[in-house]
């Protein structure tokens, strides 16, 4: 599995908006995305760089997969 890169939160609330995810609130500094269809939100800190576990719970919570994630976050897919 490739290795997701370093970036903070703007780039990941840009992957998180192409796949569908709508940013719903925000408390100091942590931003609350969901989605129809995902039982919990997405709780995004807005730290200019994110932790791998960060990283991970997005992915586990938002049912996303790693793959799909850094081909968004690289550019490599169109949004759909």
């Known amino acids: 599995m490739p290795?997701?890169?370093s970036h903070g939160w703007k780039?990941?609330?840009k992957v998180l908006k192409s796949l569908?995810?709508?940013?719903?609130r925000?408390?100091?500094?942590?931003?609350?995305?969901?989605?129809?269809?995902?039982?919990r939100p997405?709780?995004?800190?807005t730290y200019d760089d994110l932790d791998k576990r960060i990283?991970?719970?997005?992915l586990k919570?938002?049912?996303i997969d790693q793959n799909?994630?850094?081909?968004?976050?690289t550019g490599e897919v169109k949004k759909h």
């Open 3 to 5: 290795k997701i890169p």
């Open 26 to 39: 925000q408390k100091g500094s942590h931003i609350v995305f969901e989605k129809e269809g995902i039982a």
């Open 11 to 13: 780039d990941a609330a």
């Open 68 to 73: 799909q994630y850094i081909r968004l976050l």
């Open 42 to 45: 997405i709780i995004l800190p």
């Open 55 to 58: 990283i991970r719970t997005i």
């Open 20 to 24: 569908g995810f709508v940013a719903v």
């Open 61 to 63: 919570t938002g049912m």
